[in-house]
């Protein structure tokens, strides 16, 4: 790495906590993503991108397998998508991609910081969606601003697109790959800054309901129904036996070589009744369940489904959000190395790839996918951190990454 990308980088690291500080200010929740959304477009305007917007086809992603479930309407919610055409035919292309969407905040009494005010202390900087991934996006923004300033244009295309719905789906990276948005190579900049992410376990959402009489309880015929809450409960009992079998069925020995315990069921949230003396009239169970590539996303649903059906027979099921599969890239290629190396040289130690027990949106991608970008700490948690120090590496990595993956360094 050169003393002037590290020098450029070094007095552009305000420009990045700033970027990431607007994007968290503007609270990108399911269904409110498109104030973060009009940062990073011009943004990209700003830096000689070509940007337009890239809307989600609900009836498409409805009818296949392998995409989201759509939760909200998509008008007024679009994807970002810019483009910057290479001087030189036939140089390969590259696609850095991240999303703006962050997940509720809970229990705002127990953060010591407010989620959405990018407070910078302690090295960090703190908020929702700090770390998952708006830091992520600045950087890689930053990075693209100095690699030109420092470097000329790219050879070949370069692809930025800031996507919705990673959080619930991936449709919006299904609908920036179907635009034709997709490179030779794709970096994605979640929160991996130990290792270079290749892979990720599949993972289905699904809604359980049980109804009830709504009587009091001095009437409930406990006996003839099972009340819905211990419905519920039966439900998951089935479920935790299900998440056991699936680990140790060991069907996917990329995970379970990886992980003692890859595929995790989480009961997210739950809801309904009202009183403690009335047999609920209704009550529900949001659940998201991990499994191998070994099951496609629909065969998994087919089994959580048979499961809740024979143990707890009065609970509805319902499918939402993500039917994400599986998926691993090739870890060692040509863009995998360059992350490795480049981060090696910016940040003094050396990384490799691993996989995750979580998805993320590199599985609809088909080309060499890597999620790379800076530490973060309690991500969809209480106090969600990023690491400045590392974000001032991933600008620098990405710098390098840029140079060399054209051949212009
Ligand atoms: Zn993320």
């Not at 055409?85 to 407010?114: F, I, K, N, Q």
């Amino acid at each position: 790495m050169t003393e002037a990308v590290r020098a450029a980088v070094d007095d552009r690291l305000e420009d990045a906590l700033e970027l990431t500080a607007q994007l968290v200010r503007e609270r990108s929740l399911l269904g409110f993503e498109e104030g973060a959304q009009r940062v990073v477009h011009e943004r990209l305007e700003q830096l000689g991108f070509t940007v337009e917007r890239v809307a989600v086809d609900a009836e498409e992603a409805l009818g296949n397998p392998r995409a989201g479930i759509p939760l909200l309407p998509y008008a007024g919610r679009t994807n970002v998508a810019g483009r910057m055409r290479g001087t030189t035919p036939g140089a390969p292309t590259l696609h850095l991609s991240g999303h703006t969407d962050v997940v509720p905040v809970e229990a705002l009494e127990r953060w010591t910081r407010d989620p959405w005010g990018a407070e910078i202390a302690d090295g960090r900087l703190w908020g929702r969606g700090a770390g998952d991934m708006k830091a992520g996006i600045a950087c890689y923004l930053v990075a693209v601003d100095v690699f030109l300033s420092l470097y000329g244009p790219p050879t070949g295309d370069l692809m930025f697109t800031s996507v919705i719905e990673e959080e619930c789906g991936g449709n919006g990276m299904r609908a920036v790959l179907a635009a034709g948005y997709d490179g030779d190579g794709t970096l994605i900049a979640e929160p991996h800054y130990t290792h270079v992410s290749h892979g990720g376990v599949g993972v289905i959402w699904a809604r359980l309901t049980a109804r009830g009489s709504g009587k009091h309880a001095a009437y409930a015929d406990q006996a003839a129904t099972t009340p819905p809450i211990q419905a519920l409960v039966d439900a998951v009992g089935a479920l935790r036996v299900l998440e056991e079998d699936l680990n140790a069925a060991g069907g996917d020995p990329a995970f379970s070589d990886a992980f003692a315990h890859p595929y995790n069921l989480n009961l997210g949230e739950v809801g309904g009744g009202a009183w403690p003396s009335n047999v609920p009239a209704e009550a529900y169970l949001r659940v998201r369940l991990g499994f191998g590539r070994d099951l496609e996303p629909v065969e998994a649903q087919r089994i959580l489904f048979e499961r809740v059906a024979a143990a707890a027979p009065t609970v509805e099921v319902a499918f939402e959000g993500f039917r994400a599969h599986g998926y691993r890239h090739d870890p060692d290629t040509t863009l995998a190395h360059l992350v490795c190396a480049a981060h090696a040289d910016a940040a003094g130690f050396a990384i490799g790839a691993s996989l995750s027990t979580a998805t993320t949106d590199a599985r609809y991608v088909a080309g060499p996918t890597y999620c790379y970008g800076p530490q973060a700490g309690d991500i969809h948690g209480i106090d969600e951190w990023v690491d400045i120090t590392s974000m001032r590496n991933v600008t620098a990595t990405m710098v390098s990454v840029l140079a060399r993956w054209y051949g212009q360094a």
